[in-house]
């Protein structure tokens, strides 16, 4: 208890002649140091956070990683589905072109 009121004494010594150069010396000296230490926490914690989320996103990565490699293999293409999906875009672009030479005559509502 004695250490904590004899700092607690100079600090507000150190404050109250704070007009003191020797004084503002030290003021000066205390609030850089202060500062440094916050800034060297905030890159700490900015370090630890930054390498949490990694793990976390490499975790994820070899869960992705292990439930696909345990699933069954893909069976391959149906031919008969891909041949009527190649059909529906053929389908689909004379559609377009036909659109483009004859658009549909449409009335305008604002008129």
């Given at each position: 208890?004695?250490?904590?009121?004899?700092?607690?004494?100079?600090?507000?010594?150190?404050?109250?002649?704070?007009?003191?150069?020797?004084?503002?010396?030290?003021?000066?000296?205390?609030?850089?140091?202060?500062?440094?230490?916050?800034?060297?926490?905030?890159?700490?914690g900015g370090i630890v956070y930054g390498g949490?989320?990694?793990?976390?996103?490499?975790?994820?990565?070899?869960?992705?990683?292990?439930?696909?490699?345990?699933?069954?293999?893909?069976?391959?293409?149906?031919?008969?589905?891909?041949?009527?999906?190649?059909?529906?875009?053929?389908?689909?672009?004379?559609?377009?072109?036909?659109?483009?030479?004859?658009?549909?005559?449409?009335?305008?509502p604002s008129k």
């Amino acid at each position: 208890m004695n250490q904590l009121t004899l700092i607690w004494t100079r600090i507000r010594d150190t404050y109250s002649y704070r007009y003191e150069p020797e004084y503002l010396r030290t003021l000066a000296e205390n609030f850089w140091r202060a500062v440094l230490f916050v800034l060297a926490l905030v890159i700490v914690g900015g370090i630890v956070y930054g390498g949490l989320a990694l793990l976390t996103v490499l975790a994820d990565v070899s869960d992705i990683e292990n439930s696909v490699a345990s699933r069954a293999p893909v069976p391959g293409l149906n031919r008969v589905q891909l041949q009527a999906t190649i059909d529906g875009f053929e389908s689909r672009k004379v559609n377009y072109e036909f659109l483009k030479a004859h658009p549909p005559k449409v009335v305008d509502p604002s008129k």
